[in-house]
C-alpha cells in the first residue's frame, strides 16, 4: 500500500481546486493558480476540506502513480498558499550578483557579465552581492530555475568557488603535492 497515496490533502481556507473529467485539476489561491493534468486511471474525490486520491487496482504503474499523483496535487497546494523558495550562494573573490530590473547579472569571472532572465511566474531576490533566491509558486519551475543559475558556475572541487545551493557540501580535493628537494 502507498502511504504517501493514501493521505488525504487537506484544502486551506481560501484556496479552490476544480477536477474536470479529464483529470485536469486547477488549484486557485492567493499567490496565484496552476494547472496540471493527472492520470485518467486516478479517481480524485473531494469531501469535507480534504482532497483523496484513489487507485483502481493494484498494478505497478497504479501504485507507481498512486503516490506521485497526490504527492503533486499536494506541492500545487502548498504553491498557491505559501511558494516555494530555493537559496544560493555565491563564493569566490570577485564573484558576485546584482539586479537589472528583473534581470539577475552574475559577474562570476568570466570575460563577460551573464544576464539571466527569470520565466515566467519566476522572480529572483538578493540578500547582499552573494546571496541569491529564486521564488515561485511551482515547485519544478523553482527548481529548474534554481539549477540553471547554478549550471552557469558550478562549484569546483579545489577552492570552493562558484555558484551553490545554501547548505550544499562541495567535496574538496587536495592540490598539487609539492616537489620533494
Known amino acids: 500500500m502507498s502511504r504517501i497515496g493514501l493521505r488525504p490533502i487537506p484544502i486551506p481556507a481560501g484556496v479552490d481546486i476544480q477536477i474536470a473529467d479529464d483529470n485536469r485539476v ?11 493534468r493527472f492520470d485518467q486511471d486516478m479517481r480524485l474525490s473531494r469531501e469535507n476540506g480534504t482532497l483523496s486520491v484513489a487507485r483502481p487496482d493494484n498494478e505497478r504503474a497504479h501504485r507507481s502513480l ?45 570575460s ?11 522572480s529572483y531576490t538578493l540578500d547582499g552581492i552573494t546571496r541569491v533566491s529564486v521564488v515561485g509558486i511551482d515547485k519544478q519551475a523553482v527548481g529548474e530555475e534554481a539549477a540553471r543559475i547554478r549550471r552557469v558556475r558550478p562549484p569546483e572541487p579545489y577552492k570552493g568557488k562558484g555558484v551553490r545551493y545554501t547548505g550544499e557540501q562541495v567535496r574538496r580535493k587536495a592540490g598539487k603535492a609539492g616537489k620533494a628537494k
Open 26 to 36: 486547477t488549484v486557485k489561491g492567493p499567490k496565484g493558480q496552476l494547472d496540471a
Open 66 to 110: 498512486h503516490g506521485l499523483t497526490r504527492t503533486l496535487i499536494s506541492n500545487m497546494v502548498v504553491g498557491v498558499t505559501d511558494g516555494y523558495k530555493k537559496d544560493l550562494e555565491i563564493q569566490g573573490v570577485g564573484y558576485r550578483a546584482a539586479m537589472d530590473g528583473k534581470v539577475l547579472v552574475l559577474s562570476l569571472g568570466y
Open 112 to 122: 563577460h557579465p551573464v544576464r539571466m532572465e527569470p520565466p515566467e511566474g519566476i
